[in-house]
């Protein structure tokens, strides 16, 4: 098998594959290869399909309710030496209530914590039968406080939104995003302890990722390849580029346009956007599945348009692959 061949089952399989790339960020070359491919076929290149709009939820479009409650200040003595003292004057104080989703989730994590050790020392009957009240409704809101905190929380949305300004994908946001989905992992399962300024510096990441670059990179590759699918689909219909397998001038410019533009160009722009969103998609799937009861029907639907646009654009990829290969097999490159 020739390197040209290997090459177009590499791209066959780029979607079950994880291929090698760095993380620097670059813009696919989709249209110039296609207005290369209808100068060597003498075709004509028609317009670039319809984009896909792709925005992220507006906050108010995400937001929970939570249910209130407190705990009144002569049973707030009544804890004694109870390190939830402490948790629940942090949480009642002026900067406590203005807390952002992230701050107010480590405030419930740590009343979670605090609250199952309170239990054990409490004499007063009435107070303790609150408390378990209400360690019990912030038990079965946890999930939606994390969610709130995370896939819903500004840090995230800021990630997802496109950089205009030429700023590169950053692999250590998805690191973030993977030792995130540990915690998440552990919180749900009861184990509330966290570490409030770690938690801060992974959304703080997290904000930086510019995951929206990456979609950008799949729109423009699903829009765009097709117009150079169209060209040789149309080339095939017309006559052929090569009678009986042998090569001509025009063959062998087409062969060049092929290595260049799509295999040392397009192919090798694909590979690691492909490479950054495998990696990035297997922890935030895995977050969404955790968190999908507490998920808004607005990010749902933006998850679904998401997931559309990357499996669209690698279909992209498959049905131009197919479509290259009879003009090689003609022309006797494969």
Same mark, same amino acid.
């Not at 479009?61 to 200040?73: C, G």
């Not at 009642?92 to 480590?106: C, D, E, F, H, P």
């Not at 150079?228 to 006559?239: G, K, P, V, W």
């Given at each position: ?128 039968? +609150? *408390? $378990?009240?209400? %360690? ?5 809101? /946890?999930? !939606? =406080?994390?969610?709130?905190?995370? &896939? ?67 729109? +423009? *590759? $699903?829009?765009? %390849? ?5 060209? /040789?689909? !149309? =080339?095939?219909?017309?006559?052929? &580029? ?93």
């Amino acid at each position: 098998m020739g390197s040209l061949a290997k090459a177009l089952v590499v791209m066959l399989c780029l979607c079950s594959l994880i291929v090698s790339g760095c993380s620097e960020s670059k813009s696919l070359s989709a249209l110039n290869y296609a207005d290369s491919l209808a100068r060597v076929l003498q075709e004509t290149a028609t317009d670039p399909d319809q984009r896909i709009g792709l925005n992220f939820p507006r906050p108010r479009d995400l937001q929970q309710n939570f249910q209130s409650h407190s705990i009144d200040l002569l049973e707030f003595l009544a804890l004694d030496d109870c390190e939830l003292q402490l948790v629940i004057a942090e949480r009642n104080s002026s900067l406590g209530r203005m807390a952002t989703a992230s701050q107010q989730l480590v405030q419930e994590l740590r009343f979670l914590e605090t609250g199952e050790a309170c239990l054990a020392g409490l004499k007063d009957e009435q107070l303790l039968e +609150e *408390l $378990r009240q209400v %360690l019990s409704i912030k038990r079965s809101e /946890l999930a !939606a =406080r994390i969610w709130q905190a995370t &896939l819903g929380g500004m840090e995230f949305s800021a990630s997802w939104r496109a950089d205009l300004s030429g700023n590169q994908v950053q692999p250590l946001a998805t690191q973030a995003v993977r030792l995130l989905r540990r915690d998440i992992e552990r919180w749900l399962s009861g184990d509330y302890t966290i570490d409030s300024t770690i938690f801060e510096q992974r959304l703080k990441e997290i904000s930086l990722g510019n995951w929206g670059q990456l979609l950008e990179s799949w729109q +423009e *590759l $699903r829009v765009t %390849l097709p117009v150079a699918s169209r060209i /040789l689909d !149309a =080339r095939m219909e017309r006559r052929p &580029l090569c009678f009986r397998g042998m090569k001509n001038p025009d063959a062998q410019t087409f062969f060049q346009v092929v290595q260049t533009g799509f295999l040392a160009g397009l192919q090798k722009d694909t590979a690691r956007v492909n490479r950054m969103t495998y990696d990035l998609f297997i922890e935030i799937h895995a977050i969404e599945e955790l968190l999908q009861q507490e998920s808004t029907q607005a990010y749902d639907a933006w998850r679904e348009q998401r997931n559309d646009l990357v499996a669209e654009a690698r279909s992209v990829i498959r049905t131009h692959v197919a479509l290259l290969e009879p003009l090689m097999q003609q022309c006797g490159f494969l």
